[in-house]
């Protein structure tokens, strides 16, 4: 009995011993392990910082990047403290280490443009400190920064940094025009369709986006877009309804040491006309651009969609658009005047392929658009576009080839930080020189008027 009562006491002291050590039952979470700037901060290396001692505090860092080689903000530190020792040329290629690690560590960006301004190489600076500016942090402490140091280089007034932009935005846009040839009806005499062809047309367009994921280097988001048309007259059959949904991704990266954004959208549209279903269309975009050199950005894109038409026409072989619709493009726009107009040249290549011959197609496009201020506080765009369709597929002959010719103009006048309102111009030609032959024609067009837009 005494032998069970020792090791019942033996086995209440063990119990006792482990809970009061933790033991038994731990309730303290696991440590958090330091970031590399939480261990810097405490180290002697911080210390000579703040005593502009860089030698010292350099080699600090350098004893962390021996375990920490690839370590994005040990990096950066290392890159400013040779610059600050003077070591250019190893400073900057530290730098921009940190960089390609992290594209939107702004402080980095910051000091490597300072120093290419040092060296006198300025169009590299102003790539750097313009990408800060267009992805501004959430004080706009780096973007205040960056906004004074680009206008010492360009001599030019600072504006007041932005606040932080919010994850959603709505917009707007509600507009009155007229169009003299709605129902696009032919030139040709002999070959025009009585009834009404000119109407004013009252538009309406809504839309709303949010971020639901965002970062120092992508973006993701979703967005709803509704649009609809009313006519005059008798051109109720063109009143078009238009609902679009869109999931869209962004990523910030550098390419060759300059600031590039590659992109991709997704987009299920469902048009009606007269509240009739008229089509049903899954469009992919995929995109990247880029500063190629300063004031020159580079885009490319690919714009592929799937498009269901519910009106097939006489015959699904002939008649039929439904099928997939591709266009690829490459877009150079030139900025100057201190980057406040700019000139855009784009050249497209379409390819159609669709299940009713008629609209099998080849396109090729060349557009330009030009934006300039006018007088205070008005904005002016001016574009131009020609397209070569051809229709090689055509179900008759001559094959059909049609020849788009756009012109457009517009005024801008913001009103407030949110509203702007704007006049514009439009003319088309499309002309065809089998124009009356069966199922090909030629038209032109000519739409004016005006809108109201925000966007907050």
């Known amino acids: 009995m005494t032998g069970k009562r020792f090791f019942i006491a033996l086995f209440c002291v063990s119990l006792l011993f482990l809970c009061r050590n933790n033991l038994l039952f731990s309730t303290q979470a696991p440590e958090k392990q330091e970031t590399s700037e939480e261990i810097f901060l405490r180290s002697p290396g911080y210390q000579a910082l703040q005593g502009k001692n860089y030698k010292e505090a350099l080699l600090e860092i350098e004893k962390l990047i021996e375990t920490r080689k690839n370590d994005p903000y040990l990096l950066k530190m290392k890159g400013t403290l040779l610059l600050r020792l003077n070591q250019k040329s190893e400073g900057r290629k530290f730098l921009k280490k940190a960089l390609e690690l992290n594209p939107m560590d702004r402080q980095a960006r910051l000091e490597l443009a300072q120093a290419y301004v040092d060296e006198q190489k300025k169009e590299e600076a102003r790539a750097n400190l313009r990408f800060i500016i267009d992805n501004p942090d959430e004080r706009g402490y780096y973007e205040d920064r960056a906004q004074r140091a680009l206008a010492v280089i360009e001599s030019r007034r600072v504006s007041k940094p932005t606040k932080e932009e919010k994850r959603w935005k709505v917009t707007g846009t509600y507009g009155l025009e007229y ?22 047309r009252f538009n309406i367009k809504n839309g709303f986006s949010y971020d639901y994921f965002r970062d120092q280097t992508k973006r993701l988001g979703v967005a709803y877009n509704f649009s609809q048309s009313f006519h005059t007259d008798s051109l109720d059959e063109f009143n078009f309804r238009n609902h679009s949904v ?3 991704a962004t990523y910030f990266t550098q390419v060759l ?14 048009g009606t006309l007269d509240s009739k ?7 992919f975009l995929p995109w990247i651009s880029s500063e190629v050199v300063d004031n020159v950005v580079l885009s490319l894109y690919d714009n592929i969609s799937v498009v269901n038409f519910r009106d097939k026409g006489f015959s699904n072989g002939v008649s039929s ?30 390819f159609n392929q669709t299940e009713g011959d008629n609209f099998d197609a080849r396109a090729h496009a060349a557009r330009t658009t030009f934006r300039t201020p006018l007088i205070e506080k008005v904005k002016g765009e ?7 369709d051809n229709h090689y597929n055509f179900a008759s002959l001559p094959h059909r080839e049609d020849l788009h010719f756009d012109l457009g103009a517009k ?8 509203l702007e309102i704007r006049a ?8 065809n020189t089998h124009a009356g032959v069966l199922g090909q024609y030629q038209y032109s067009r000519n739409i004016v008027g005006g809108e109201v837009s925000f966007a907050y």
């Not at 514009?424 to 002309?431: I, M, P, R, S």
Request: proline fraction near 2%; glycine fraction near 6%.
């Open 179 to 200: 169009d003299d040839n709605v129902s696009l009806k032919s030139a040709v005499r002999g070959f025009k369709i009585v009834g009404d062809r000119n109407a004013i």
């Open 246 to 248: 869109q999931h869209y």
């Open 257 to 270: 040491d300059r600031p590039t954004t590659l992109g991709f959208k997704y987009t299920f549209a469902h």
């Open 277 to 283: 279903t008229f089509s049903s269309s899954n469009t």
């Open 321 to 350: 658009r439904d099928g997939l619709y591709n266009t690829t493009g490459v877009m150079t726009t030139f900025l100057f005047s201190k980057r406040k107009r700019s000139l855009s040249c784009s050249y497209e290549f379409g």
């Open 382 to 388: 001016a574009s131009f576009s020609f397209v070569d």
């Open 411 to 418: 005024l801008i006048r913001p009103i407030t930080k949110w």
């Open 424 to 431: 514009y111009y439009y003319f088309t030609k499309v002309k």
